[in-house]
């Protein structure tokens, strides 16, 4: 089933918005003293919501849609 947004038509750009998000981001130093980005990890512990990106229309009620074709 390919989603579309049932406002504009689009089929293509969605975002999803996710509130009270923890991310964390793991460095390491370097022996020039720079760092490099070792990893991170989130953990949201908030609402998740989803939406057409062209009009904005809150699509939230498609989202486990959207999770299940994520590859």
């Known amino acids: 089933m390919l989603l ?3 406002n504009c038509g689009n089929d293509r ?3 999803e ?13 370097n022996n020039d ?6 990893g991170d990890e989130s ?6 919501r989803f939406y057409c990106e062209e009009c904005n229309t809150d699509m939230t ?6 999770l299940e074709m994520l590859f």
């Open 17 to 29: 918005v996710a509130d009270g998000v923890i991310l964390t981001t793991h460095y390491v130093q």
């Open 33 to 38: 003293c720079s760092f490099t980005q070792d």
């Open 61 to 66: 009620r498609y989202h486990q849609r959207f």
């Open 13 to 15: 750009n969605f975002v």
């Open 43 to 48: 953990q949201i512990l908030g609402e998740i």
């Open 4 to 6: 579309t947004c049932p």
